[in-house]
């Protein structure tokens, strides 16, 4: 694959993103998160159980931005804190069960969008895509599994 091929991949990569999330937000009804807030909270999803320096070294953020995050999104009922049996001194982060919904409903409403799209493109790039989701599923876990990774 070419340097330009790679450069319209992750552009593709970031325009559907954005607009996934944006369509599937309003489409659900759910309110529209900061980006700081809902960054936060995709990272405590997949690491329930985190304080907030380990989600602010995974997000390679400042831990007062996350802290910042983490009490709008309790404010919110989005975030759970509980104390570390093992560390009274530390607070480990959960997503709280409306969390956990609305996630089911955004993923849901994800997919319905795809499958959307998908239909109004021609089949074989359509079957390109739905072949590509497991590398592409592998390849967000990587980027995401090693917070210190920056190549």
């Known amino acids: 694959m070419t ?3 790679l450069r319209t991949l992750a552009a593709a990569v970031h325009v559907l993103s954005r607009s996934l999330h944006r369509r599937g937000v309003a489409q659900v ?3 529209v998160l900061p980006p700081s807030e809902s960054e936060v909270l995709a990272q405590i999803g997949s690491r329930p159980g985190s304080s907030v320096s380990e989600i602010a070294r995974a997000l390679r953020l400042q831990t007062s931005n996350v802290s ?3 009490r709008g999104l309790v404010a919110r009922g989005l975030v759970d804190r509980t104390t570390d049996p093992d560390d009274q001194r530390r607070t480990l982060l959960h997503p709280s069960p409306a969390a956990v919904r ?4 955004l993923d849901d409403a994800w997919a319905g969008l795809l499958a959307d799209l998908l239909r109004d ?6 079957d390109a895509l739905r072949a590509a989701a497991p590398a592409l599923g ?3 876990r990587a980027i995401t599994a090693d917070p210190a990774r920056t190549h």
């Open 3 to 5: 340097d330009d091929h």
């Open 29 to 31: 009804g759910l309110d």
């Open 68 to 70: 910042t995050a983490v």
């Open 102 to 105: 609305h996630r089911r409903l």
């Open 121 to 126: 493109l021609p089949p074989d790039d359509a």
């Open 138 to 140: 592998r390849l967000a």
